[in-house]
């Protein structure tokens, strides 16, 4: 499985990114997936996530109310709709697919991992 995400950049407090992470190798409606991201010196940590078919989503405390997870079984792909982003929303973001077992908001329940795309938010 090969998982490609793109969008990141750099934006002024405020604005808005759109993050999309592309799968392949195996259909997509076969995993919840989610959104990662490790801030500069600081661990990973959990930011969003989504059912298979985007019935369910669930999303951290700390983004809720200006992020949307979203995905398009059709494309295959995964979206992060990041609005009013802060300073401190500043880092590489991950996108990762649920391995079937554990919390979603645990990295060690995600199998197929991206390789990150930065995202920078000055003040």
């Known amino acids: 499985v090969q998982v490609v995400e793109s969008g990141g950049g750099l934006v002024q407090a405020g604005e808005s990114l759109r993050l999309s992470c592309a799968v392949s190798g195996r259909p997509f409606s076969n995993f919840d997936m989610g959104w990662f991201r490790q801030p500069p010196g600081k661990e990973r940590e959990f930011v969003a996530a989504i059912s298979r078919y985007g019935a369910r989503t669930f999303l951290a405390d700390s983004v809720k109310g200006r992020f949307t997870i979203s995905r398009d079984n059709g494309k295959s792909t995964l979206y992060l709709q990041m609005n009013s982003l802060e300073p401190e929303d500043a880092a590489i973001y991950y996108c990762?697919?649920?391995?079937?077992?554990?919390?979603?908001?645990?990295?060690?329940?995600?199998?197929?991992w991206g390789q990150g795309t930065q995202v920078t938010v000055s003040s």
């Open positions: 990762a697919g649920f391995q079937g077992v554990g919390s979603w908001t645990q990295m060690t329940s995600y199998k197929y």
